[in-house]
C-alpha cells in the first residue's frame, strides 16, 4: 500500500524551484555587469571572461559529484550546506577587492551550485509520485530553470545600473536564508542506497577536460591549428581517462549502465542543445547591443526581455503538449522554433529597429527554449528509478550548464573569427555569424530527439 502523497508537497516544489531559479540565474545575470566589472576591478588580458565561465565550469563539471554526494549524505541535509556556502560565496563575490577575488570567489559559488541544483531536483523526484504528478512537477522545474536561464538580463540590467553590479550578488543572500529556514518545515529529507564512497578521481577529470575543452574553444581564433588541436587532443584523453575510471570504480560517480537508456541519453542531448543556444545567443545578443549599438545595460534588460515572457509562455504550452502528444514532438518542435529565431536575429544591422527584427526573433526563440526545456527534462528523468535521482538529475543539470559554458565560448569564438575590425558595423558582422551558428545546436538536439521512443512505439511495446 503506497503512503499518501505529501499534503505539503506543492509549497516544497515552490521552496525548490526558488532555489533552482537562484543558482541558474547566477550563471547568465552576470553577462549583463561584465563590463562594470571590467571597469572596476583589474583583470589579467581576458581575465574577465572567466567570472561567467569560472562558474558554468565548476557547477557544470561537479554536479555529478554533488548528485552523488546528495544521495549518500542527505538530500535536505546537503541543499541546506549548499545554501550556507554559496550565500557567503556570494558575499564574497559582491566584496571582491580585485579581479582574481571575483573569479575565485565565482568559482566558489560555482562549487555551492554543483551539489544544491541535484539537491534539489532529487528531492523535487522523491516528493512526487510516479506519474502525471511527477510530469507536472518536473515541467515546472523545467520551466524555472529555462526562464532563469534568460531572465538575467532582464534583472541584471536595472540591478547593474541602479545599484551596482555588486548587488546582482548580495540578493541572492536573503533568497538563501528563507529556504535554510523553511526548508526543515516542508522538504522531506531521503538518501540512495549504495556503496558509501565518493569518486573524486572521476570528478578531477571529468572537470578538468571540461575546463580544457572551454580554454581551448575561447582560445582558437587567436591560436594556432596546432595548439587548438594539442588541447582538443588533451580534453578527449581526460574523458576517455574519465570513462575508464568509472568502469573500473566500486562506486562510480556516473555509473555507465545509466547510458544504456535512449530516453535518458536523447534527453541529455536535448538539454545541453538548449543550454548552448539559450547562453550562447544571449550573450552575443548582449555584446551586439552594449558594444555596436551602444545601449546601457537597463534599455538591454528591456529590450531582451520578450526572450524570458516567451520562455514562460512556451513552458506552460510544452508543459500541457508533453502530456498530451509526448515528448519527442514537442523537442523537435522546440529546437526548429529556436533555429528560426536565430535565424531572424543572424539580420540584424546596426540600423535595424528593434520591432523590425530583434523582437520576433527573441520571442520564438524564447517560445521554443521554454517548451524545449520542459521535453528535455521529462524526457531525461521520467523514467530514472528513485535510487538514481541525484546522479540523474546532477547529469541533467550539468548538461544544461556545461551546455552554457561551451554555447559562450564557441559563438564568441565563431563572433571574433568573423570580424574585421572595432566598428559597430565590423562587430555586428561577426555577430550575425555567430546567430547564424546556433543551427549547429539545433541539430545536436534533433540527434537527441531521434533517440527517444515514439508514445506510439511505447504502448505497443506495454
Not at 89 to 96: K, M, R, W
Not at 278 to 297: E, H, I, P, R
Request: with cysteine; aromatic share 8%; hydrophobic share 55%.
Amino acid at each position: 500500500m503506497q503512503n499518501a502523497p505529501d499534503p505539503r508537497r506543492w509549497a516544497a516544489l515552490a521552496l525548490l524551484c526558488l532555489t533552482g531559479f537562484m543558482i541558474i540565474l547566477d550563471a547568465s545575470i552576470v553577462l549583463v555587469a561584465v563590463p562594470s566589472m571590467e571597469r572596476d576591478l583589474t583583470f589579467s588580458t581576458g581575465g574577465v571572461q572567466w567570472v561567467p565561465s569560472g562558474y558554468a565550469l565548476m557547477f557544470g563539471g561537479l554536479l555529478l559529484l554533488g548528485g552523488r554526494v546528495s544521495d549518500l549524505l542527505g538530500r535536505r541535509r546537503v541543499l541546506i550546506a549548499g545554501l550556507a556556502v554559496f550565500a557567503g560565496s556570494s558575499l564574497l563575490c559582491g566584496f571582491a577587492w580585485s579581479g582574481d577575488a571575483l573569479v575565485l570567489a565565482r568559482g566558489l559559488q560555482g562549487i555551492a551550485a554543483a551539489v544544491l541544483a541535484p539537491s534539489a531536483l532529487s528531492i523535487v523526484m522523491t516528493t512526487f509520485p510516479d506519474g502525471p504528478e511527477r510530469n507536472k512537477a518536473l515541467g515546472i522545474w523545467g520551466a524555472t530553470s529555462g526562464v532563469g536561464g534568460t531572465a538575467g538580463s532582464l534583472i541584471g540590467g536595472p540591478v547593474t545600473d541602479g545599484l551596482g553590479w555588486q548587488w546582482i550578488f548580495f540578493i541572492n543572500v536573503p533568497v538563501c536564508l528563507l529556504v535554510i529556514a523553511l526548508a526543515p518545515v516542508l522538504l522531506q529529507d531521503s538518501r540512495g542506497p549504495g556503496k558509501r564512497g565518493f569518486d573524486f578521481t572521476g570528478a578531477l577529470t571529468v572537470t578538468a577536460g571540461l575546463i580544457v575543452l572551454v580554454y581551448a574553444v575561447i582560445q582558437a581564433p587567436e591560436s594556432s591549428a596546432g595548439r587548438t588541436t594539442l588541447l582538443a587532443l588533451v580534453s578527449a584523453a581526460l574523458f576517455a581517462l574519465f570513462v575508464l575510471v568509472e568502469q573500473r570504480s566500486s562506486a562510480p560517480l556516473l555509473p555507465l549502465r545509466l547510458f544504456r537508456s535512449r530516453a535518458l541519453v536523447g534527453g541529455n542531448l536535448i538539454t545541453i542543445a538548449f543550454g548552448l543556444g539559450a547562453f550562447g545567443l544571449n550573450f552575443v545578443y548582449t555584446q551586439y547591443a552594449q558594444l555596436a549599438l551602444g545601449l546601457s545595460a537597463i534599455r538591454y534588460g528591456l529590450m531582451s526581455s520578450v526572450l524570458a515572457a516567451a520562455a514562460v509562455c512556451g513552458s506552460m504550452v510544452g508543459q500541457n503538449l508533453v502530456t498530451r502528444i509526448g515528448t519527442r514532438p514537442v523537442a523537435v518542435g522546440s529546437l526548429l522554433l529556436t533555429g528560426v529565431g536565430a535565424t531572424g536575429m543572424s539580420r540584424l544591422t546596426i540600423d535595424s529597429g528593434y520591432f523590425e527584427l530583434a523582437f520576433w526573433g527573441l520571442a520564438i526563440f524564447g517560445a521554443g527554449l521554454g517548451a524545449g526545456t520542459v521535453a528535455g527534462a521529462i524526457a531525461a528523468l521520467g523514467d530514472v528509478a528513485g535510487d538514481d535521482s541525484g546522479v540523474a538529475s546532477g547529469l541533467q543539470n550539468a548538461c544544461f550548464q556545461i551546455g552554457g559554458a561551451v554555447g559562450i565560448a564557441v559563438l564568441s569564438a565563431v563572433a571574433t573569427a568573423h570580424t574585421s575590425g572595432s566598428s559597430p558595423a565590423a562587430l555586428t558582422a561577426g555577430y550575425q555569424v555567430a546567430f547564424a551558428a546556433c543551427w549547429a545546436f539545433v541539430a545536436v538536439g534533433l540527434v537527441g530527439a531521434a533517440l527517444l521512443v515514439t508514445r506510439k512505439r511505447a504502448l505497443v511495446a506495454v
